[in-house]
């Protein structure tokens, strides 16, 4: 082999190098699409803070009030929406009480959406959940939030909540037992305004932000997290579901393997020259 | 009525909404709670306000292309089609609206979002070089986390995913609490920075 | 009927925002601007019946001082205008000012003292591998903050110190890094899993014989 590839007279070197964006991104689609077509069924191991998150919504009781914030864009959907409808079905499931609110202009249609694809096992709107709406002006509304969570005269469906069972189960912010908020950005607001009010707090965060919030678990001002689609897949692994964010998990192997290639590979090259040329 | 153009009238009105928001945290002084309450309702309803503003520069931009009749402008056209169609939709056909945020726009926009993830790769590859030992402390912790969100690696080495949880929960951990830290000081300082009239962003 | 076209729908809107991948073109525009739009349309609705329920009902029933943050609102908008452009600062003062005093008052008690408290350690029920992890990641916070310490020169001990704050420093944003790329893949994965089902798989073949197709004709001319 002289190393030459065709008629066009370029070795390998040469042609990876024109190529090499091409080539990469023809790989990724590749192994992407191959475990939709053939699944492998890789086993997933469970992250100790996932099954913090699921014991935590488990150990409450029917009637516990429990706040949640949608707090991400629809294109998040696959990192926050399917773990934000797995945790909705399982407190749905251990009859809690939930309000529902968003700092994020498009929380409302999803929590809308979220609430029409989940069982609801029988609860009824405003006596056992309500959706409240979006709240504008992020820091400042959760600040709003917290110091007056009756601050809402009308639901987000236009509703008057005066007379509404569930308004009635709180008058300040503390009454909630648990606070879930699901968020795509570094969670600093949330937890300034949010934590110390409400006895249990848990995020469901993008997996890029996962590394930051670890000093507030350490803390214990942040109570437990789900890392998106992963804690989606591990929680669902719990519940005892084999739902949409599992099936992702085989792709997730293979793709972020390349990552990992991708990096030696890069490198090796790279450090053999220094290194042979001191 | 130049004194309406005046700096000092942003910067008192943010002293003033500012001295309120903090000081009613620490002091509990009814006259204090009061304005606070009424402060962020006002807030609020100009932040809602705020959020046209987006909506106006893009419907100028578009606006424009259409006028002048600009290579592809039937795309501009497009544009307010669609944002018609599902502004619409919510009062006259909710489950119409509903059809198109949910089966439509949302994977739509999943869509779009997918190409940082290859641009991601070809960076790796292309840039991403162990030049000195800041780099090499990067690519450690980058390989392990990686290896630590594809399940494969925790099923046959368990020992990676040993190694990430150490670098997450302890050099990681300890670092972000530094730029928790950093950030908050930052937050106060940029604070006494506009009150003080050296940042002009919002007094201009 | 819609559980046969919605699929095709979407696979198509899917197939021309990834047609970006092979170069740009205007389908991937057309994608983008129907995305944009949607985005804007739903804005619109949700700011009129936030506005409507926090604003225009509470005016109704009497509480009339609300139309001075209309006013400051709608002032907002002069930012569009070279000469009025000053009158946009004041309702941008008072969110910002609001803002930053709700951030500063809790960054406080939170970030600074909640973090430096998480510095301490119970040493009852403390095994020595948990005493040597909690010292380097207290070396590592006091290094990173020492690190952004630009009024003393980073040298002799400080610049020691400063070094291995960059080093935790690295090894946090590599994590970040790490984890940011799964983030983003899992995108893909998502819209790779829905074009694999029938029918919009058809499409996926549809796209790369299209695909072929140009290349070979770009490679003819």
């Known amino acids: 082999m002289n190393g030459r590839i065709r008629g066009d007279g370029m070795d390998w070197h040469t042609f990876m190098s024109k190529y090499d964006r091409q080539i990469i991104f023809l790989v990724v689609l590749f192994l992407t699409f191959l475990p939709a077509f053939r699944p492998i069924g890789i086993p997933l191991p469970q992250f100790y803070l996932t099954n913090k998150t699921y014991y935590a919504i488990e150990s409450l009781k029917p009637g516990d009030l429990v706040l949640i914030s949608f707090d991400f864009t629809p294109g998040e959907w696959v990192e926050l929406g399917i773990a934000m409808r797995d945790i909705m079905q399982h407190l749905f499931i251990k009859r809690a009480r939930i309000v529902i609110i968003a700092f994020d202009p498009n929380g409302p249609a999803i929590a809308h959406r979220i609430l029409g694809e989940i069982d609801l096992k029988g609860a009824v709107y405003g006596t056992d959940y309500v959706v409240l709406g979006y709240i504008p002006g992020f820091e400042t509304g959760m600040a709003a939030f917290v110091s007056n969570p009756k601050m809402f005269e009308r639901d987000y469906y236009g509703n008057p909540t005066v007379n509404m069972p569930i308004m009635n189960a709180f008058n300040t912010i503390s009454d909630f037992k648990m606070y879930i908020f699901a968020c795509l950005t570094w969670v600093d607001p949330w937890m300034r305004q949010f934590s110390g009010k409400i006895e249990t707090i848990i995020g469901v965060l993008s997996s890029d932000i996962v590394p930051q919030v670890m000093p507030y678990i350490n803390t214990g001002q942040l109570y437990s997290l789900i890392r998106g689609s992963r804690g989606a897949a591990e929680y669902e692994q719990l519940m005892g579901i084999k739902g949409e964010a599992t099936a992702f998990m085989d792709a997730a192997s293979l793709t972020v393997s390349l990552g990992v290639i991708l990096t030696i590979v890069a490198n090796y090259g790279y450090l053999k020259k220094k290194l042979g040329g001191r | 009525m130049s004194w309406v153009r005046r700096r000092e009238i942003p910067l008192i009105i943010f002293a003033v909404t500012f001295f309120i928001s903090l000081l009613q945290y620490y002091l509990k002084i009814p006259f204090l709670a009061e304005a606070n309450t009424e402060l962020s309702n006002w807030v ?38 669609a944002m018609v169609m599902l502004f619409s939709s919510y009062y006259l056909a909710p489950s119409f609206a509903d059809y198109l945020y949910n089966e439509i726009y949302t994977p739509l926009s999943i869509a779009i979002i997918c190409f940082t993830a ?7 590859y292309r840039a991403f070089r162990i030049r000195n030992l800041d780099a090499a402390f990067f690519a450690f912790a980058a390989v392990f986390l990686m290896m630590m969100y594809a399940p494969v690696f925790e099923v046959v080495i368990p020992q990676t995913i040993t190694v990430a949880n150490w670098i997450l929960d302890v050099p990681n951990m300890g670092a972000s609490r530094g730029v928790i830290i950093g950030v908050a000081l930052g937050t106060i300082a940029i604070a006494v920075r506009v009150l003080l009239g050296y940042e002009r962003a919002y007094t201009g | 009927m819609s559980e046969f076209v919605t699929p095709l729908i979407v696979g198509a809107l899917t197939l021309m925002a990834w047609s970006l991948l092979y170069r740009e073109n205007v389908f991937y525009r057309i994608a983008e601007v129907l995305m944009v739009g949607f985005g804007m349309g739903y804005t619109l609705y949700i700011s009129l019946s936030t506005l409507n ?124 890094f790490g984890a940011t790329l799964y983030a983003n893949q899992i995108f893909t994965i998502e819209r790779a899993a829905f074009l694999a089902k029938y029918p919009q798989n058809v499409l996926l073949i549809v796209a790369v014989l299209l695909v072929v197709f140009d290349v070979y004709k770009r490679r003819k001319s």
Not at chain 3, 62 to 89: C, E, H, N, Q, V
Not at chain 3, 132 to 154: D, K, Q
Not at chain 3, 158 to 163: D, E, N, T, V
Request: charged fraction near 10%; glycine fraction near 10%; hydrophobic fraction near 55%.
């Open chain 2, 44 to 81: 609020l309803i100009m932040s809602t306000f705020a959020l046209g503003t987006g909506l106006i520069a893009l419907c100028m931009y578009h606006g424009k292309i259409i006028m002048q009749r600009r290579k592809g402008y039937f795309v501009s056209i497009i544009f307010f089609i």
């Open chain 2, 118 to 124: 290859f641009y991601n790769y070809t960076a790796i």
């Open chain 3, 53 to 176: 329920r926090i604003w225009l009902q509470p005016l109704i029933q009497g509480k009339f001082w609300l139309i001075i943050p209309a006013i400051l609102g709608l002032l907002l908008y002069t930012i569009y205008s070279k000469k009025y452009l000053f009158l946009s600062r004041w309702a941008m003062a008072a969110i910002a000012g609001a803002g930053s005093g709700y951030a500063v008052s809790r960054a406080i008690p939170v970030m600074i003292i909640g973090q430096i408290e998480g510095l301490g350690v119970k040493f009852s029920g403390l095994s020595t591998i948990d005493l040597i992890n909690h010292i380097i990641a207290t070396i590592a916070c006091i290094a990173t903050v020492s690190y952004f310490t630009f009024t003393i020169e980073h040298k002799g001990w400080i610049g020691g110190l400063a070094r291995i704050g960059r080093w935790s420093m690295m090894l946090a944003f590599g994590s970040t």
